[in-house]
């Protein structure tokens, strides 16, 4: 059994999808608030892997570059079958005949950053593959991850349908590929369309689920199990179990010390659990892994379940 640690503009009309629905932007807005601490978000860019993980990111900051959706590596729209996205998957017929004209397939590359914190967002995404981290910054340059999105949900739904203002930096975690649809089209089509409009609430309640467990988890459980519940988080999204994953990425978005993850990383390669590299993380035992979690996987996964799955 492993070891434990020990928690160390013009008036424009807005969509009206319930007061349930504010009060989830006034609590994500609350608690990033609570994460920033008062201090400055700081701007990101977009950039690609050089294996060094959050050095990477971090030595980006503070240029104001984002990566904008656009064609595939050939330069054609094309399109993908909503049903590797549940949320489109789940949508009636009539309700995604209106989304899927507008529909363009995107590379998520790894590591560019979608939109940043306080800046407007231009498109909504619906991830088929990869993860997308919504991650808060603070002046010292840490980085905080408070909720993940993948092939279950949607990238920036209430941002679009309330001011269009990120609360958060958006950052592309693990590599995969993504709808997108420009932020007013949604927003029109979501306005006279209630299954969308519900369907939306259900997920955006879920993501703050998510970040309020994470602000838990992160606060009380020690470096093991927080990091054997992100890397469990990350094989659901991703349906692999070799994550293209540094350590030091890694530690910060668990909120833990480089040298705290490296110390709990090799305790569990050598028990069999992982097996890591320069840049990759490969899952060799998953009831191991899972023994090794903190509570909060399974909570938000059965928040997953009861609200997405219903």
């Known amino acids: 059994m492993l070891e434990r ?19 989830f932007v006034a609590n994500m807005s609350a608690l990033n608030r609570a994460y920033a601490g008062g201090t400055t978000i700081i701007a990101c860019q977009f950039v690609k892997t050089n294996h060094r993980g959050g050095v990477a990111i971090a030595s980006a900051l503070a240029s ?27 949508l009636p017929d009539a309700a995604f005949e209106l989304l899927g004209p507008h529909l363009q397939a995107v590379d998520l590359v790894h590591e560019a950053v979608l939109v940043q914190a306080g800046d407007p967002l231009t498109h909504v995404y619906f991830p088929h593959s990869g993860v997308i981290s919504l991650v808060v910054s603070l002046a010292g340059g840490e980085m905080i991850e408070v909720a993940m999105i993948g092939r279950t949900s949607i990238m920036g739904a209430f941002a679009a349908l309330e001011d269009r203002i990120s609360l958060n930096h958006a950052i592309v975690q693990l590599p995969g590929t993504a709808s997108v649809l420009e932020v007013e089209r949604f927003r029109k089509i979501a306005e006279h369309n209630t299954a969308l409009r519900d369907l939306i609430t259900r997920h955006e309640h879920f993501l703050f689920a998510q970040a309020q467990q994470s602000a838990a988890c992160n606060a009380s459980h020690g470096v093991e199990a927080r990091l054997a519940r992100y890397l469990l988080q990350l094989r659901d999204l991703s ?13 910060q978005m668990i909120g833990a010390r480089r040298n705290s993850v490296s110390m709990v990383a090799n305790t569990l390669q050598h028990a069999g659990v992982i097996r890591y590299s320069r840049g990759h993380i490969e899952i060799l035992d998953l009831a191991r892994l899972r023994k090794a979690a903190c509570e909060c996987y399974v909570t938000v996964r059965s928040h997953h379940d009861r609200l997405l799955r219903s």
Do not use: C, K, W, Y
């Open 64 to 90: 104001g570059t984002v990566a904008l959706p656009g064609s595939d590596r050939q330069g054609n729209v094309t399109s993908m079958p909503r049903s590797t996205n549940h949320l489109l998957a789940s």
């Open 5 to 23: 640690q020990h928690p160390a503009t013009n008036a424009q009309r807005r969509i009206t999808i319930g007061s349930h629905f504010r009060t």
């Open 239 to 251: 349906r692999s179990d070799t994550l293209l994953l540094t350590q030091e990425l890694s530690a």
